[in-house]
């Protein structure tokens, strides 16, 4: 993802009469990333109009609003405000998670022609076998929790770092996976509405019926081996 520093300009305490002193060198800022294919690339499994939308105004959104977060936390400890920075969270949290989600999500898609939807190799595939009996049957699991989460959220597909077993998980509104455990993603499904409506309505298992069609898979397989070994 990229960022860029904002630099404080000195330690700060949440409050004087404190021994406790919050130091704190620079804060982080997220700007949108590019897409790594075209709007319409992974259609028609998703219409470029979705991908349009989704990338440029509710990720950015997300990014914005997060931006104006991290600016009024960085004044607030300025100041010493105890209460504003305590507020703050629940925007930071939201928006960052937003922010951090939907990378990894454009990430996790691929166009047909770039190997999309094409079935995981290697150590992943047979880890997959072996945890779940079939990539069939992952996929299954993780489509029959996307349908079901109730309101927004995603459904992942995860590596549990300390036990090394792969994980199937959902979470809500814009909570990251890291919020359940000490899990790595490997492919994340957004089920909020924005990301199929336009296209699915409210037929949401269609849109994870057919959003495997551009799967990276190769992309979760690096990512597997990186975090696996």
Known sequence: ???RSLVCRKSLGLASSSSFKLHFRGLQTFSLPDLPYDYGALEPAISGEIMQLHHQKHHQTYVTNYNKAVEQLHHAMEKG???AVVKLQSA??????????HSIFWKNLSPVSERGGESPHGNLGWAIDEHFG???????KMSTEGAALQGSGWVWFGLDKESKKLVVETTANQDPLVTKGPLV???G?????HAYYLQYKN????YLKNIWKVMNWKYAGEVYDKEHS
């Open 203 to 206: 037929a949401r298992p269609d």
């Open 92 to 101: 930071i949290k939201f928006n960052g998670g937003g922010h951090v989600n």
């Open 189 to 193: 499904i957004d089920v909020w509405e």
């Open 81 to 83: 405000d105890s209460s």
């Open 1 to 3: 993802m990229a960022l």
């Open 185 to 187: 993603p490997l492919l």
């Open 134 to 140: 079939s990539l069939d049957a992952l996929i299954q």
